[in-house]
């Protein structure tokens, strides 16, 4: 019984923390995340290896980028239904880092490095508080390192190909019900994994104003190896989920189009539109080493969603850029799967930041980003607070705050 009980823990968290659209970061270099994002039709810096590989070919030489973003989410529940009582989830930061390194072979064919983190992050609630047996502490953090090639057909039409190695490994810890016994014991979980996808994009400026681009991030499967064990009363302690657990993850197909359009040579306005393939998630399987405890299946049903983004780049002065920009978010969760774990719901993000030369050669990037979560009323829980009382409904409201910092070099 007990075992099974764990089992279940590793679905609801493995699965919350490598699939939620919370948790899919896409803020990967300053400059963009200043213009909501909106780059994969403008993409002319070392960033473009994320966001559309093929404006590589705009850069000259040999460029490196490097930078980090300073994540703060805040999130509150009110609950369970009928209760209001308000809990807050504990303050964390979380630091994902990207760099980019971009090299001219000749006039038609450029490579690139890029590494950086697109999933990860992590929530943690006090561990007595009344959705204890849902969530406590779980973090994620995932390592991508993608080589690409582009090549310029023309001045007007550029390609890229890349393909992805990456690793990624889950801490996961909550309480579990000793039921029909008293007391509870404390259920803990990690596990790491390795993964392989390619990316591509295209670059096409059918006028000199104006600029097209597609990116593409295949979907990475990561097989999940991970160690379970429990402790809490010593008279259940042989009892306790214990032993290897293993579990097949897929992360979604990502497809952008964007469009950069420059009216004046000061002023560009970026547009994006980005679509996650969420619905690849539609159920876990998850398999227990020991052949005593039976596999277990649970439905999760993402549903495919997407990003709209707006930007724009005003060149103030000849070494001073300023940028703002505008998204909305839309999360890929059914109400009646919300959690704790993953408190996601719809989002708008507001951002700003500027660019500052430094000399001919070197330059930094700053951006603010206010993400501000739809307030998520669940009155149709489907999930289950083991030990405690269900359906676990009740009102979610979230926000986060981002600061990017990046600094660039050319030769």
């Known amino acids: 019984m007990f075992k099974k009980i764990g089992l279940s823990v590793f679905i609801i968290f493995f699965t919350a923390k490598i699939y939620g659209g919370g948790f899919q970061i896409n803020e990967h270099g300053a400059r963009a995340m200043a213009m909501a994002g909106a780059f994969t039709g403008l993409a002319n810096d070392p960033s473009a290896l994320y966001f559309n590989p093929a404006g590589i070919t705009q850069l000259k030489g040999f460029n490196l980028l490097a930078g980090t973003t300073l994540i703060l989410p805040s999130a509150s529940f009110r609950g369970p239904s009928p209760l209001i009582d308000e809990y807050k989830m504990e303050k964390q930061l979380f630091t994902p880092i990207n760099f980019y390194a971009a090299y001219q072979i000749n006039d038609d064919f450029y490579i690139g490095l890029s590494v950086n983190n697109p999933y990860g992050l992590g929530t943690k609630w006090e561990e007595n508080w009344v959705g204890r047996y849902l969530a406590v502490d779980t973090e994620i953090r995932t390592f991508f390192f993608?080589?690409?090639?582009?090549?310029?057909?023309?001045?007007?039409?550029?390609?890229?190909?890349?393909?992805?190695?990456?690793?990624?490994?889950?801490?996961?810890?909550?309480?579990?019900?000793?039921?029909?016994?008293?007391?509870?014991?404390?259920?803990?979980?990690?596990?790491?994994?390795?993964?392989?996808?390619?990316?591509?994009?295209?670059?096409?400026?059918?006028?000199?104003?104006?600029?097209?681009?597609?990116?593409?991030?295949?979907?990475?499967?990561?097989?999940?190896?991970g160690d379970a064990s429990g402790t809490g009363p010593a008279q259940f302690q042989n009892l306790l989920p214990k032993g290897k657990i293993k579990s097949s993850l897929t992360t979604?197909?990502?497809?952008?189009?964007?469009?950069?359009?420059?009216?004046?040579?000061?002023?560009?306005?970026?547009?994006?539109?980005?679509?996650?393939?969420?619905?690849?998630?539609?159920?876990?399987?998850?398999?227990?080493?020991?052949?005593?405890?039976?596999?277990?299946?649970?439905?999760?049903?993402?549903?495919?969603?997407?990003?709209?983004?707006?930007?724009?780049?005003?060149?103030?002065?000849?070494?001073?850029?300023?940028?703002?920009?505008?998204?909305?978010?839309?999360?890929?969760?059914?109400?009646?799967?919300?959690?704790?774990?993953?408190?996601?719901?719809?989002?708008?993000?507001?951002?700003?930041?500027?660019?500052?030369?430094?000399?001919?050669?070197?330059?930094?990037?700053?951006?603010?980003?206010?993400?501000?979560?739809?307030?998520?009323?669940?009155?149709?829980?489907?999930?289950?607070?083991?030990?405690?009382?269900?359906?676990?409904?009740?009102?979610?409201?979230?926000?986060?705050?981002?600061?990017?910092?990046?600094?660039?070099?050319?030769?």
């Open 252 to 411: 979604p197909l990502n497809i952008t189009f964007g469009a950069a359009y420059t009216p004046i040579e000061q002023f560009t306005f970026t547009a994006d539109f980005q679509y996650v393939g969420w619905s690849s998630y539609d159920k876990l399987v998850v398999d227990f080493v020991d052949p005593n405890v039976a596999d277990l299946s649970t439905i999760r049903d993402y549903q495919n969603t997407y990003i709209v983004r707006l930007g724009a780049e005003y060149n103030l002065l000849s070494d001073f850029d300023i940028r703002g920009g505008l998204f909305y978010d839309r999360n890929p969760v059914k109400d009646e799967l919300v959690e704790p774990t993953l408190p996601d719901a719809d989002r708008i993000g507001f951002n700003i930041g500027f660019g500052y030369k430094l000399t001919q050669n070197l330059s930094i990037d700053v951006a603010y980003l206010f993400l501000r979560f739809s307030e998520r009323t669940i009155t149709n829980s489907e999930v289950s607070n083991t030990g405690g009382k269900a359906p676990f409904n009740g009102t979610y409201n979230s926000s986060a705050q981002l600061f990017g910092f990046n600094i660039s070099y050319n030769f």
């Open 146 to 225: 993608t080589p690409v090639v582009a090549y310029k057909i023309n001045e007007e039409l550029s390609i890229s190909a890349g393909f992805s190695f990456a690793t990624g490994d889950v801490t996961i810890i909550r309480k579990t019900s000793l039921f029909p016994f008293l007391g509870e014991a404390k259920v803990s979980l990690k596990g790491d994994a390795t993964a392989w996808g390619f990316s591509g994009g295209v670059l096409y400026k059918p006028l000199s104003q104006l600029s097209l681009g597609l990116s593409v991030k295949s979907q990475s499967t990561f097989d999940f190896e």
